[in-house]
């Protein structure tokens, strides 16, 4: 399964790196705020991608509704902090296929994975 | 700290709608059973009155509507059921917060005791969540929990039915939220999806009940879908799902779930022989109007405003008609004339308009009445059923206050000496529930109320032997009044049928008090009875306050405007055919003789008239009473917006006001009730 991660943060991005690809997943590139990940989806087109919500430039939200304006299909998971629930809401109400917390637990991340692989079949 | 006073009023009527809102709702639940929407908009309810009379400071009213949250959470958790005992306690709980409005109302304090309230309201949420408990130990815990009716729609009744004939099979599914779960209510959105993206969903409890409060913890939430997966295949999938703690799966048949549509009907007031009244309210006129909260003055400058320019409008018809007939041929006169007519629709419109913003549904008042006629049914042992008709009938929202407590007394009297006990029914061979409808409707510009009983109806002689017995008048002079002139006796100040003195409708100080509350405000009041049949009273009210449709008289040269609602006829008659009874002129009339009067007299007028051939009469009626009135001329009529004479003339008798024609004159408008008194001193 192809991923794209968006995440500000260098940290977050490497983390979420090792986690997919010790899944046995393919990171097929990495964005740092909602513009970037617009483009890469475009040019990318993964099967999945793993959204940060505040990020500069172009938050998380507004990312989601144009990435699911170029494909109805893109398969996208939130990856949200405490606090964030409306926003979270807007996301999943955009069209996110699910979420998930931060700070990440790498057990439910891997299910999360796991699901999106099989419901991508 | 912030100075709450400021808010006061604000707070007074936001309390006021929510409590008429509870009220409401506690009756739908006693009638219709606990529904979701109904306990949750019950919730609601008492949760916003919760934090408003916490913000200002209210304590006593805070504790009443936790208690009543800390319940209906329970009941909409599905901890307890809703019964009979506790509807009573929410009955009463808008009982106390009603006091303690008036209390708060008149000098910002909360005086009444409530803890004896409170108290119980604690104990039986206590008692109902142990016996719960009990019943979930003996093994039927679970079950009783999570099975529960699946208020579904015709649509989604037709869906059902369509997909099983596909080949699908019907799951009830239960999914509870692990405790740890962060964003609950986000995460039931993503479940919503996940499911609708596994299989159709025919009926979600999130999006029905659950919309705008989450639900509470440990809490099942329910589906009804359509799969073609296995029970066991369908539970391990949704098991995979982000924060599910458990999830069952019933497969049901559509049978199985046509019986469980039906809402359960837990309340039931005739339990034990219990008297019962129900209500019919159709639920679809429960969508509530889009509004905007306006203060009442500006409304009354407006109308006032309005009232200038109807009267503007009169005298620029006049000044048209001058012109026209002076300059007729004139091209500029001419033009003017579809400006003028122009003018005179966009003003009319704008009055209706006007009209319109101060009228409300009389929904507003009936919805009063379901709880009044439960509250006297029960006390009275009797079974009533009330039937309201024509909630929607617009009226003044003056009207509608001032129309209030004349009802309401007439519905007691209808309960309380109107309708019979089920067993004097039951011999009377009529059905034990007896009927009370209350109706309202348009009727030529003017709102009609009708409140008819289907009891015993009047007793004619009882009323004449009370009569001669209060020494009213003799029993020579009763044994001449027909049956109706002796109904019309309930309107006499000092008599009451009911042989004994009930608290419920009182001592004899009812009817009259009904009559000249109606009458204070231009309407009327007919009494018609059938003995054993039932009794009806007819209520002719204006539409407005504001604006009446007025006959001009001529009086001595002057013009005065008699309230058209008052006039009852207008003849002609030559002055010979005036008839005298014991030395006062009347006229016979449909076989009534009424009594004449000359206005003149009353205000002060030397008489004219009475050297022509023809007076015109016109006979003004005051419920049963009637009374001729001669004048010099009849003018005409037309819509007169009334004005006060202002403090500095004051309450004048037989004078309710002034308003100004269309030749900038002022005319005085005659007040009906004013009249008959002088009258009555006259003749």
């Known amino acids: 399964m192809k991923v794209l991660i968006v995440d500000d943060a260098s940290f977050m991005r490497m983390m979420l790196r090792k986690m997919i690809e010790s899944e046995g997943h393919f990171v097929a590139g990495e964005a740092v705020d909602g513009n970037d990940a617009v483009a890469k989806y475009s040019q990318l087109r993964p099967d999945l991608v793993t959204m940060d919500i505040s990020m500069p430039n172009k938050n998380g939200i507004e990312a989601v509704q144009e990435i699911r304006a170029i494909d109805k299909a893109a398969k996208i998971l939130m990856i949200s902090a405490i606090g964030q629930e409306p926003m979270v809401k807007a996301a999943i109400l955009g069209g996110a296929y699910d979420f998930i917390m931060k700070p990440l637990d790498e057990e439910l991340f891997k299910k999360a994975l796991d699901r999106a692989a099989r419901d991508g079949r | 700290m912030t100075d709450m006073r400021q808010y006061q009023s604000h707070f007074l009527d936001d309390l006021g709608e929510q409590l008429q809102l509870m009220e409401g709702e506690i009756l739908r639940l006693e009638q219709e059973g606990g529904t979701a929407e109904g306990v949750q908009s019950l919730f609601r309810a008492a949760h916003t009155l919760k934090g408003s009379s916490a913000t200002m400071g209210y304590e006593k009213m805070t504790k009443i509507t936790h208690a009543m949250e800390t319940i209906l959470d329970n009941v909409?958790?599905?901890?307890?059921?809703?019964?009979?005992?506790m509807i009573t306690l929410l009955f009463q709980c808008v009982d106390r917060l009603k006091v303690l409005e008036a209390e708060i109302a008149l000098d910002s304090r909360e005086l009444s005791d409530i803890d004896d309230l409170v108290g119980d309201m604690m104990l039986l949420d206590a008692r109902r969540a142990q016996e719960m408990l009990v019943h979930a130990e003996k093994g039927e815990g679970d079950k009783t929990v999570i099975s529960e009716s699946f208020p579904l729609r015709e649509d989604e009744w037709e869906m059902a039915r369509r997909q099983v004939e596909g080949g699908l099979s019907l799951y009830r599914l239960y999914i509870r939220l692990s405790s740890e779960c962060l964003m609950k209510s986000v995460r039931l959105d993503v479940i919503e999806k996940q499911l609708r993206d596994t299989a159709p969903v025919i009926w979600s409890e999130l999006l029905s009940r659950w919309r705008d409060i989450p639900p509470p913890d440990g809490q099942f939430v329910r589906w009804l879908i359509a799969?073609?997966?296995?029970?066991?295949?369908?539970?391990?999938?949704i098991r995979t799902w982000f924060d599910v703690d458990s999830v069952e799966a019933v497969p049901c048949s559509l049978d199985e779930l046509h019986s469980q549509s039906q809402p359960p009907v837990i309340v039931r007031t005739d339990i034990g022989g219990r008297p019962e009244s129900s209500f019919r309210?159709?639920?679809?006129?429960?969508?509530?109007?889009?509004?905007?909260?306006?203060?009442?003055?500006?409304?009354?400058?407006?109308?006032?405003?309005?009232?200038?320019?109807?009267?503007?409008?009169?005298?620029?018809?006049q000044v048209e008609a001058n012109l026209q007939q002076k300059y007729g041929s004139d091209e500029t006169v001419k033009e003017m004339s579809p400006v003028f007519d122009h003018l005179t629709r966009v003003i009319g419109e704008l009055q209706d308009s006007v009209m319109k913003v101060r009228m409300l549904p009389i929904e507003q008042l009936f919805s009063r009445f379901p709880r009044v006629v439960r509250d006297l049914a029960n006390g009275l042992g009797k079974k009533v059923e009330l039937m309201l008709e024509g909630n929607e009938t617009e009226l003044d929202r003056n009207l509608i206050e001032e129309v209030g407590d004349p009802l309401i007394h007439l519905i007691r009297n209808a309960l309380d000496h109107g309708i019979e006990t089920p067993e004097a029914r039951r011999q009377a061979g009529k059905p034990e529930q007896g009927i009370l409808r209350i109706s309202a409707a348009h009727e030529d510009n003017q709102v009609v109320l009708t409140v008819k009983d289907d009891g015993a109806g009047i007793d004619a002689d009882k009323l004449l032997a009370k009569a001669i017995d209060k020494n009213l008048f003799s029993a020579e002079e009763a044994s001449q009044k027909k049956e109706n002139?002796?109904?019309?006796?309930?309107?006499?100040?000092?008599?009451?049928?009911?042989?004994?003195?009930?608290?419920?409708?009182?001592?004899?100080?009812?009817?009259?008090?009904?009559?000249?509350?109606?009458?204070?405000?231009?309407?009327?009041?007919?009494?018609?009875?059938?003995?054993?049949?039932?009794?009806?009273?007819?209520?002719?009210?204006?539409?407005?306050?504001?604006?009446?449709?007025?006959?001009?008289?001529?009086?001595?040269?002057?013009?005065?405007?008699l309230p058209m609602s008052n006039v009852v006829e207008i003849i002609q008659m030559e002055p010979k055919?005036?008839?005298?009874?014991?030395?006062?002129?009347?006229?016979?009339?449909?076989?009534?003789?009424?009594?004449?009067?000359?206005?003149?007299?009353?205000?002060?007028?030397?008489?004219?008239?009475?050297?022509?051939?023809?007076?015109?009469?016109v006979v003004i009626g005051r419920a049963e009473k009637r009374l001729a009135l001669?004048?010099?001329?009849?003018?005409?009529?037309?819509?007169?917006?009334?004005?006060?004479?202002?403090?500095?003339?004051?309450?004048?008798?037989?004078?309710?006001?002034?308003?100004?024609?269309?030749?900038?004159?002022?005319?005085?408008?005659l007040e009906i009730g004013g009249i008959m008194k002088m009258a009555g001193g006259l003749t």
């Open chain 2, 630 to 669: 001669a004048v010099d001329g009849l003018i005409g009529y037309q819509e007169v917006v009334i004005k006060s004479l202002g403090a500095y003339v004051g309450n004048i008798e037989g004078i309710s006001g002034a308003t100004i024609l269309g030749d900038g004159r002022v005319a005085l408008i």
């Open chain 2, 76 to 85: 909409r958790s599905e901890v307890y059921p809703i019964t009979t005992e």
């Open chain 2, 577 to 617: 055919a005036l008839q005298s009874v014991k030395g006062v002129p009347v006229v016979s009339l449909r076989e009534r003789i009424i009594p004449v009067v000359w206005l003149h007299d009353s205000l002060g007028y030397p008489r004219t008239g009475i050297k022509r051939k023809q007076i015109p009469i």
């Open chain 2, 485 to 561: 002139e002796a109904i019309q006796l309930i309107f006499h100040p000092g008599l009451s049928t009911a042989s004994e003195i009930s608290d419920i409708s009182g001592r004899g100080v009812g009817m009259d008090i009904v009559r000249a509350g109606i009458e204070r405000i231009n309407g009327m009041i007919e009494v018609e009875t059938f003995k054993g049949r039932g009794t009806c009273f007819r209520i002719r009210l204006p539409l407005t306050l504001a604006i009446i449709t007025g006959l001009m008289v001529d009086i001595g040269g002057r013009i005065y405007i």
């Open chain 2, 281 to 317: 309210l159709p639920p679809s006129e429960r969508v509530k109007a889009q509004s905007i909260r306006v203060n009442v003055d500006r409304l009354e400058t407006l109308m006032n405003l309005v009232g200038e320019l109807v009267i503007d409008q009169t005298r620029i018809r």
């Open chain 2, 227 to 237: 799969a073609a997966d296995r029970k066991e295949e369908l539970e391990r999938e």
